[in-house]
């Protein structure tokens, strides 16, 4: 059965750094494309950051240069590298896994809380 599953999440002081990973099961991980969402009290989820299934990363403008998007695809796992973390990026973050060939076959976590503050 296909599963994505977050963890990483915690809560940090501003400045600091935090890595969310995404593990999926029961999907041919190597051919999807992966998006790092969150979604903040009361607002829409938004996109975060994208790799695709040749490693191309795209990012927000909020979050270019503190973060940074990867995949090992021997793993099964994709990662979101958080530095500089700032009050506003609080959230829970969601990974995503969308077939690139089928549209319905689209995967998301359960979510993972990030919180910032001090």
């Known amino acids: 059965q296909e599963r994505l599953v977050e963890s990483g999440g915690a809560w940090v002081q501003p400045g600091g750094s935090l890595r969310l990973s995404c593990a999926a099961s029961g999907i041919f991980f190597n051919i999807y494309t992966i998006d790092w969402y969150r979604q903040a009290p009361g607002k829409q989820r938004d996109l975060v950051a994208t790799i695709t299934s040749s490693a191309l990363p795209s990012y927000a403008d909020s979050v270019k240069g503190r973060f940074t998007i990867s995949r090992d695809n021997a793993k099964d796992t994709a990662y979101l590298q958080m530095n500089n973390l700032k009050p506003e990026d609080t959230a829970v973050y969601y990974c995503?896994?969308?077939?690139?060939?089928?549209?319905?076959?689209?995967?998301w976590g359960q979510g993972t809380q990030v919180t910032v503050s001090s």
């Open positions: 995503k896994a969308q077939n690139p060939f089928t549209a319905t076959r689209t995967y």
